[in-house]
């Protein structure tokens, strides 16, 4: 049909491209506390390994050095001893200096054991080789240094093997001071972090707080700004913001006066409509009732001229009475002194009248005007619906010239809709939201002259005081559908018939 409407599309969902993005916004701000201890951990280990390989070539050099010097010094005192003192001078030197010292021949052959076990010959050949160097014996890891006696004992050579121990003794120092740094450094770096923090999340919570109070509906702006306590991008933020907050004070206090000064001018309208309208009531409603006296034709008979003409000041002067009632209902409605007199009301009986006036009304239109739906209890005012109908009716006979009308009442579980479908010009769309405001018309020329534009802005005033809405669907050259929606009476349940149509 014609008044189909038009599905929504949906929105597609989003690409992968725009999920991958939401997830590289993920804030990484809670780890980066762990990333730091991480990080110290790494160049504190970093640090220690370091200085234990220096520590350790440190204690290497000393071990080469001690065990060179011990052995070319006692080498010059053995070449004085003689052969019988050598045993003890050997035994001595090695208890004193706690190094292991063997006195060998060039063949490997031990001459003199001062040590905790000796190598075997075929060791002690490759130690006389290398004359100095590394080695492990019964001691551990060792720097060894062999010095030849020299003539007369040229055979003979001195080995002395001094303790390198594999973990150098300031290890343990080392490993302990950097510790020690390494908790001190973290902790002041933790500390001046956390008052970091504090102090910008303070800052933006604050702001936060004055944003939300500023987005609250109704709330009086007060202007307050955010004192700016650091030079970094959260005093900038705050700087931009106190900007943009007397910005916003001042449009604000710019929008109220506006505001107030339209709202004295919208009640001093409102007041001039109904004390202009209140006015021209008066001597109307004496122009018809003389029209009446006249048409009654208590002063003596008409002459079908002057009943003629008297039936046109009629006609006039009723639909300048409907006109001045718009003007009326429309100014109570704007000032809130409008009242619903509320009550269970069959919009179905309300339909029937108005159709039946209605009909009254067609004169040589050939519009075929049908009611169709069934019972349909409201808790409304019987009144405004009758006039929030009747307005609807009236507009589609006023601006369809052949066709039809049709009203229907219908019942949808907690609403009843009331529905006018005609098959008139239609309505641009550029218009459809338009003709619901006060003095705007759709139509030809011709019918708007016939009327004040107030109609369609006081039905949908009075549809909303119900807590209903108003639909409308129409299409240029195929016709208009109004439909009202108002919600059904809680105390009433629906009462059902079967479809009907006004009887003519």
Known sequence: TPFNSRPRASEPP??????????????????????????????????????VSALKSQSDEAASLRARILSQTLAARLRATSSEDRQHVIERAASRSGAELLLVTQDG???????????????????LIENEGETHTQMGRVRFSATPLGPPLGHLTLLTFVRAPETPYAAGSLISSVAFLTVLLVGIAIAVGFGLARDVVQDVEFTGKRVAEMAMFGAEPSGRLIPVRSADQVGLLTSAFNVLVDRFAAAEHAYRQDLATAQAHDRDRSAFLAALSHELRTPLNAVLGFADVLLAEVDGPLSEEARENLEIVRKSGDHLRALIDDILDLSGLESGEFQLSRGNVDLYGVAAQVVREARATLGGKRIELRLLGRTSIVWADERRIRQI????????????????????????????????????????????????????????????????????????????????????????????????????????????????????
């Open 109 to 127: 052959v031990v001459r003199v054991d001062g040590s905790l076990g000796a190598p075997s010959s075929t060791q002690l050949v490759e130690l």
């Open 14 to 51: 989003p690409s992968h491209g725009v999920r991958r993005r939401r997830l590289s916004r993920i804030p990484f701000l809670p780890f980066v506390p762990a990333a730091v201890l991480v990080l110290s951990a790494i160049v504190a280990v970093s640090i220690v390994l370091l200085g």
């Open 389 to 504: 109908i009747g307005n609807l009716v009236g507009n589609a006979v006023k601006f369809t010239r052949e066709g039809f009308v049709e009203v229907s009442v219908v019942n949808h579980g907690p609403r009843s809709h009331v529905s006018v479908k005609d098959t008139g010009p239609g309505i641009a769309p550029e218009m459809q939201s338009a003709i619901f405001e006060e003095f705007q018309q759709a139509g030809d020329l011709h019918a708007r002259r016939a009327g004040s534009g107030l109609g369609l802005a006081i039905t949908r005033r009075l549809v909303a005081m119900h807590g209903g809405e108003i639909e409308l669907e129409s299409r240029l050259g195929e016709g208009s559908l109004f439909t009202v929606k108002l919600p059904a009476s809680a105390d009433v349940a629906p009462r059902s018939a079967p479809l009907h149509e006004v009887p003519e």
